[in-house]
């Protein structure tokens, strides 16, 4: 079936560091993939997508890179902001399945100045 | 483009009673989803809509459950006999017919089942 794996948080880190988080996924055909970010008091909005294998996404500074051998979807960002703190959830969309979501269970982001 | 709103927005409630929630999807959005989020999970999928008929139904839309999207717009999401398992955060997302894979969500009803 289809499922996520998402870098377990709380994660905190200071302005400009560096941000991974970890995401895996497992499917049973050829999915999208997503990032999708939640700030506090708001609902979830889409922060970046890829359709295919090799593909990245790209949004304020954020990347991840569709990678089909290691069924992975990282994302990046060089440099964070006290603004970048929010719980963000990483996701599949598969067509064989309505397009339906799969959800990691988020990981939580805290940038402190 | 006003994005997807719900409504209402919180909702508290007695065990054993009713409780409706709205969804109006982005406009000519074709597909609409819902989805529950309990503290500290991702959302999971309850169901989903291409227009009017609705394709799919998780295992976790118990029988208390129903929704319904009557003329392809709006829809409605009813819970009976509430139970305190039932609080959560409900979502509603709408994809349009040439990019499906996309789903733009809105708010949010928090439930809270006393």
């Known amino acids: 079936g289809n499922s996520v794996t998402q870098m377990e948080g709380p994660v905190t880190l200071s302005e400009e560091a560096f941000l991974t988080i970890n995401c895996t996924y497992t499917?049973?055909?050829?999915?999208?993939l997503f990032w999708y970010v939640q700030y506090p008091g708001e609902g979830l909005q889409l922060l970046l997508k890829?359709?295919?294998?090799?593909d990245k996404g790209s949004n304020k500074g954020f990347e991840a890179t569709y990678r089909k051998e290691t069924t992975s979807f990282h994302l990046e960002k060089g440099s964070v902001q006290v603004s970048d703190s929010a719980v963000y959830f990483c996701a599949l969309s598969d067509r064989d399945t309505g397009n339906q979501f799969y959800f990691g269970t988020g990981t939580s982001l805290t940038v402190i100045p | 483009d006003t994005g997807v709103s719900q409504n209402p927005r919180h909702k508290i409630t007695k065990r054993g009673q009713n409780v409706t929630f709205r969804c109006d999807p982005i406009s000519e959005h074709n597909r609409l989803y819902w989805y529950r989020q309990t503290l500290g999970q991702g959302p999971e999928f309850l169901t989903y809509?291409?227009?009017?008929?609705?394709?799919?139904k998780s295992r976790l839309l118990s029988d208390r459950f129903s929704a319904e999207r009557p003329k392809g717009s709006f829809s409605t999401l009813e819970i009976q006999r509430t139970e305190q398992g039932d609080s959560a955060m409900y979502l509603c997302?709408?994809?349009?017919?040439?990019?499906?894979?996309?789903?733009?969500f809105g708010p949010g009803t928090r439930l809270l089942v006393l």
């Open positions: 809509f291409q227009n009017e008929a609705q394709l799919e």
């Open positions: 499917a049973t055909g050829y999915p999208s």
């Open positions: 997302a709408s994809s349009s017919q040439l990019a499906r894979e996309t789903q733009y």
């Open positions: 890829a359709t295919k294998a090799d």
